[in-house]
């Protein structure tokens, strides 16, 4: 067996014998001593370099090979090696060399043969476990220590007291360390102590607070009411008024209130009789207050050049509830503030109207006479024009409406203003300053009366309000009505009249969507002006016609030869009409049937129809001539009136119609 072979080698080992011998008794190849040994031993000096490291049975190899795992410890200051703690048996490190050995040889050697282990070793006579025994032995011999030399003491002497120094700085260390140890210990202890301290007494608190919050939740009201701070009292006693007053006449009002009710009952408290007069004495300071504040926003309506509306909207209205406070405290004293701003308010109105009144006075307007009817003369009516001109402007046309309707139209274009109204140079037609100074009226009418029911109320009433704001402009209004007397008193002017009226009564709807019905009473008086004038323009135009028609001949008085002449073209009076009729169709788009247009322009169209049969007649008997101008005539007014709308144009458009229709299928 190989571990024969092995042995043997072993007991020759002690011999000079070559390695080249020893490599013969093995076909292995020479390894390195980490691949056949589990165990590194390092090279001593004086050993020989040609011995083998696989002489396993040499004495020297195996007592270093057991010294190397069972040297002691040398000095901790040089060097330091891991004892084994528990030496193996010796049948245990047999096993682990035989295994170790294979599993290394298998790992990192080269392919193994079954020759391999034909090995033959040398124990020198001794089995395995002698073998190991005399190993056991060698290597429990102890090591004698190589002595040292008092030169390596003095050199290791300086590590040694810096060693002793460290340690005596540790040990200070750890006793500072225990001191403040103890100390938090002590500490800590404390400190346990106030938070059991802290947490009764923050239960305590807890408690108190719970029962305060009841009491005060029970009480707060009482005191609330029997209280009144210092802040509201230095405020209304000194204070400047300002956006805070409300707030605070109304939190005195509350208390006033409150207070009273509490005199009034059986059992009045203490607090509730010493709060009282100091309750009257502050009412009375706020009363005082107020009264000086309205007073000198009413002294500054009367300044020059003043915008009444942004002292209104500012001064007033921001402060409506003052006005309501001096009303409940002090009503008397009230009316007579009231009625000091209605005053001004009045003479306020009434001296900005007269002015402009005096400017729209200077703009210049077509005079339309009486001889600007249906039946006036081309010839006699541009002599009266021309006339006329030299005094009044330009020639006008007072049976053509052409671009007076834009005015009605143009809604949103503001009043003329005094300057432009002084300056300009243009000649205008009646509505023109009848239209800036009832739209400027109306405006200013509205915005006061709304002013008036956003301030007084709820102190006064709706009805109470309305006489105060006819009172402020009663002196205005009148001087609107003498106005609108002056522009259509000596008129003529048919159309400049309805235009009026549509303008009327589109201040009326301003007025219906504004909510302010205080005004209704002056646009009404303005109707009563305009609608009677109108139908007296109206029966002029019928009078003239009429007479027109009695200075026709009933019958044809001329010869054959002059009546030939005589053209079956349109007369006149047919166009003049046409225009009439043209304007005041397209003026009455939306107009009702209880109008009085409507029967105004049923008798102006019956007169002039009775006008154009009679002179027609004058055609003699010649019928299609007489058919022939009928028809001429009352296609042109279908012609001109075609492109109105409305109920009234629709009746009026369908009547020519029949006219015409008939005469042409006489022709």
Not at 278 to 285: A, I, N, R, T
Not at 355 to 382: Q, S, W
Not at 535 to 553: A, G, I, K
């Amino acid at each position: 067996m190989w571990l024969d072979r092995l042995a043997g080698q072993a007991s020759g080992s002690g011999s000079s014998t070559p390695q080249s011998v020893s490599r013969s008794f093995s076909p292995l190849p020479r390894r390195t001593p980490s691949n056949l040994s589990p165990y590194v031993t390092s090279q001593r000096q004086g050993q020989s370099p040609r011995g083998s490291s696989l002489s396993l049975a040499s004495s020297e190899s195996s007592a270093s090979l057991l010294a190397s795992s069972r040297r002691p410890n040398g000095s901790g200051l040089k060097q330091s090696s891991a004892p084994v703690a528990h030496p193996t048996s010796s049948m245990e490190t047999l096993e682990k060399l035989l295994g170790k050995t294979y599993s290394s040889a298998l790992a990192s050697g080269p392919d193994i043969l079954d020759s391999d282990f034909d090995l033959d070793f040398d124990f020198g006579g001794l089995s395995l476990k002698e073998l190991a025994a005399s190993q056991d032995d060698a290597s429990a011999q102890p090591r004698i220590p190589k002595p040292q030399k008092p030169s390596d003491y003095a050199s290791d002497q300086t590590k040694f007291e810096d060693l002793h120094r460290s340690i005596t700085a540790c040990d200070d260390i750890l006793c500072s360390v225990e001191t403040n140890l103890t100390s938090f210990r002590n500490d800590l202890a404390s400190v346990a102590s106030d938070i059991e301290s802290l947490q009764d007494r923050s239960t305590a608190f807890n408690k108190r607070l719970e029962n305060r919050k009841e009491v005060e939740k029970a009480l707060s009201p009482l005191i609330e009411e029997l209280s009144l701070s210092p802040e509201i009292i230095t405020k209304i006693t000194t204070g400047h008024v300002d956006e805070t007053w409300p707030k605070l006449l109304t939190e005195l009002d509350r208390r006033v209130t409150v207070n009273k009710r509490k005199t009034n009952e059986t059992q009045q408290s203490k607090a509730s009789s010493d709060l009282g007069p100091l309750l009257e004495k502050l009412v009375q300071k706020a009363v005082e207050r107020i009264r000086d504040f309205i007073v000198a926003q009413i002294k500054a309506l009367r300044s020059p050049n003043i915008n009444a509306q942004i002292i209104q909207q500012q001064n007033f209205l921001k402060f409506k509830e003052l006005y309501t406070f001096l009303h409940k405290h002090h009503s008397q004293l009230a009316e007579e503030i009231a009625l000091a701003y209605m005053n001004t308010m009045r003479w306020y109105y009434l001296t900005q109207f007269t002015r402009y009144e005096k400017a729209l006075g200077k703009i210049k307007l077509h005079v339309l006479d009486k001889n600007d009817t249906l039946n006036h003369e081309e010839t006699t009516r541009m002599a009266s024009v021309l006339s006329a001109a030299r005094i009044t402007g330009p020639p006008h046309d007072a049976f053509n409406i052409g671009r007076r309707i834009d005015i009605i139209k143009t809604s949103e274009q503001p009043a003329l203003s005094s300057f432009l109204a002084e300056e300009d140079k243009v000649t205008h037609y009646l509505e023109v300053p009848f239209r800036s100074f009832n739209l400027a009226l109306v405006d200013n009418a509205a915005a006061e009366y709304t002013f008036l029911a956003t301030y007084f109320s709820p102190s006064l009433s709706f009805s109470h309000i309305s006489k105060n704001f006819n009172y402020i402009f009663e002196p205005t209004f009148e001087l609107g009505q003498t106005l609108s007397k002056t522009l259509i008193g000596d008129t003529y002017d048919a159309l400049g009249l309805l235009i009026c009226i549509r303008l009327n009564q589109h201040f009326a709807f301003e007025l219906q969507r504004r909510r302010v019905p205080a005004v209704d009473g002056y646009v009404n008086a303005t109707n009563m002006l305009l609608w009677p004038r109108l139908q007296v323009v109206m029966d002029r135009h019928c009078e003239s016609v009429r007479q027109l028609t009695n200075s026709t001949p009933a019958k044809a008085s001329k010869s054959a030869t002059e009546q030939a002449k005589v053209s079956a073209a349109p007369h006149q009076v047919t166009q003049r009409f046409g225009q009439l009729l043209h304007g005041f169709l397209s003026l009455s788009t939306d107009a009702g049937d209880d109008e009085p247009v409507a029967t105004s322009l049923q008798r102006l169209r019956t007169d002039v129809e009775g006008f154009l049969t009679r002179f027609g007649n004058s055609f003699g008997a010649d019928k299609r001539k007489t058919a022939r101008f009928m028809y001429n005539n009352y296609s042109l007014i279908l012609t001109i009136i075609s492109d109105t709308t409305g109920k009234l144009a629709d009746e009026q458009q369908q009547h020519f119609e029949e006219l015409k229709t008939a005469y042409q299928d006489g022709d």
